[in-house]
């Protein structure tokens, strides 16, 4: 069942974040459950903590608790999938514009979009390389790190906390 918002996933966020994170589409077990990273294999969780964003380990069906933090959760692209390489160009590029008007609307301090490839399809930048980004998304200071997916086993869990903690106030360079 699809919540009110309309999305399958309802993005946690309210004004004035330090870091808005951004997945690039919820996973099916996502989307059944109504929770971001839900999948038993995705580390953005145990990444947030580690980064010192949590003081413990949140499960996905806390996610709400993130604003208590000044954080928040949103993807690109709303439709749920096995894989993000199911989506199209298309897509990727009409979320781009969708969470840009999101962020100019709630005003983050930090944007960080979870994966280069999405980033690069959908703010046409085919060349961009991960890190802290030249331009600002909706006013926000950008950054582009590795996406948590399991499926993205080439970077581990410390590497993942140690460059979310740059996201952290005051490291961010916003």
Known sequence: ?????????????????????????????????????????????????????????????????????????TNVVDRPTRTAAELSAQELRAGAEALERLVASVRPRVLAVLGITAWRQGFARPRA?????????????TWVVPNPSGLNAHVQLPDLARIYAQLRPGDAGS
Not at 22 to 35: K, M, R, V, Y
Not at 38 to 54: C, M, S
Not at 129 to 141: M, N
């Open 1 to 73: 069942m699809t919540p009110p918002s309309g999305k399958p996933v309802p993005d946690v966020v309210e004004p004035g974040l330090d870091v808005l994170f951004c997945g690039i589409n919820p996973s099916l077990l996502s989307a059944e459950t109504g929770h971001h990273f839900a999948r038993p294999g995705n580390r953005f969780w145990p990444a947030i903590h580690l980064a010192g964003f949590t003081p413990r380990l949140l499960r996905p069906e806390e996610g709400r608790e993130l604003l208590r933090y000044g954080l928040g959760v």
């Open 129 to 141: 390389v991960a890190g802290r980004q030249p331009e600002r998304v909706g006013g926000a200071v």
